[in-house]
């Protein structure tokens, strides 16, 4: 089994900064994609960034440029750096893990990002 633990969300104002960290344990292949995915309230649940094992990186368009998605291997461990944030930002962030023949996906418990304006 895989179990994502997600850490780092929070309130901030306008133009602020936050660093979201996901650490997955159990058992972790080293072919997988990890990413972030965030869920606004009466909205569906929509990618913001994705790495790869092979450090291939994917954005959504509207983070591109102030948003930093990055990894460390060997503590399996996710990272995102959102700057420049965005009241627009607001969401529950999840943290997905896509692993396995059949890619299966696992997801984290969400953390709350709140952005004042």
């Known amino acids: 089994q895989v179990h994502l633990v997600e850490s780092g969300g929070g309130l901030v104002q306008a133009g602020g900064s936050l660093r979201l960290a996901c650490t997955a344990s159990?058992?972790?292949?080293?072919?997988?994609?990890m990413g972030w995915y965030r869920q606004a309230p009466g909205k569906q649940r929509d990618l913001v960034a994705t790495i790869s094992h092979t450090g291939y990186t994917d954005y959504e368009d509207s983070v591109k440029g102030r948003f930093t998605i990055s990894r460390d291997n060997a503590k399996n461990t996710v990272y995102l750096q959102m700057n420049s944030l965005e009241p627009e930002d607001t969401a529950v962030y999840y943290c997905?893990?896509?692993?396995?023949?059949?890619?299966?996906?696992?997801w984290g418990q969400g953390t709350q990002v709140t952005v004042s304006s």
């Open positions: 159990g058992t972790i292949f080293l072919i997988k994609t």
């Open positions: 997905n893990l896509k692993q396995g023949a059949a890619w299966m996906n696992y």
